[in-house]
């Protein structure tokens, strides 16, 4: 609750919102789950990016139930405050109140879906691997729908290239995942899709493994050969640009191996067109 992040266009949340949601009831969970919203929504953004991880078991269950929009409305308002007054020579009367402004955030929750933000198009992919009894979005059904995803990305991909004018103005995307896709997808599989997309690819951003905390440039933008959780070439800065021809891959897990909460924020800028928002 005393946590307060950088004031920002987008906040991603890669996953794990809980630490052991397979153990808690369903009221306990929603109740969490509330909590987790009104806290994310009071912080300084425009727009918030949730995807579930393997910890969110009634994430991937609750679908069937709850409309995940009534669990994480679209749309929530937060109130800033307005900038403090000029001292004046009769400060009595000005700096007596305070005023406020509200302001409207979009939240996002993407469960193997992408939305547009200023110009770029976010992609949510929960799946993970991992050995713990934490299982949510680690079935064969969740490794298929984020092959899916990618491949029909892909395939936009080749048909903009055909596209004189679409070839123009490429797509700019982000990668936000539970875990590390470049480790836990078979790369028979993720290196022809990045093949086709990793030249569009700005960043990835992932969480899951604890200790992997950092950020690392992968100058390949298709991503071909072998690579582990921690890159030879990472390291634990917090603040990032993007730059060059090939992206960012940035392991954002707040907890370390020890699941003691201890890792900051990674700030990422990048170029934005806000005329290209949808």
Known sequence: ECLRLPQCDVIVH????????????????????????????????????????????????????IDIDILFPPKATTLLPSPSPSPTKDSSSSSSSSSSSSSIINVHYLDNKHVNIH???????????????????????SYSKAVQLLQSLKNENENEDKDEN?????????????????????????????????????CHLFGHRHSAYGASYNSDPTCKGAVTDTDSDSYTGTNVSTSGSGYWRMCATIMNGQYIPCNDPIVIDVDVDIEDDE
Not at 27 to 32: A, E, F, I, M, V
Not at 175 to 197: A, F, K
């Open 14 to 65: 890669t996953g794990d919102i809980m630490m052991i949601g397979r153990w808690r009831t369903l009221n306990d969970t929603l109740k969490y789950y509330k909590s987790f919203y009104n806290w994310i929504t009071k912080q300084p953004c425009s727009n918030i990016i949730i995807i579930g991880g393997n910890h969110d078991p009634v994430l991937e269950n609750l679908q069937k139930e």
């Open 119 to 141: 110009g770029y198009t976010f992609i949510g992919i929960p799946y993970s691997k991992g050995k713990s009894r934490n299982k949510a979005f680690q079935s064969a059904a």
């Open 166 to 202: 679409k070839n123009k103005n490429k797509k700019k995307l982000i990668l936000c995942s539970h875990s590390n896709l470049h480790v836990d997808m078979d790369s028979r599989v993720w290196n022809p899709i990045m093949e086709g997309i990793g030249d569009r690819i700005k």
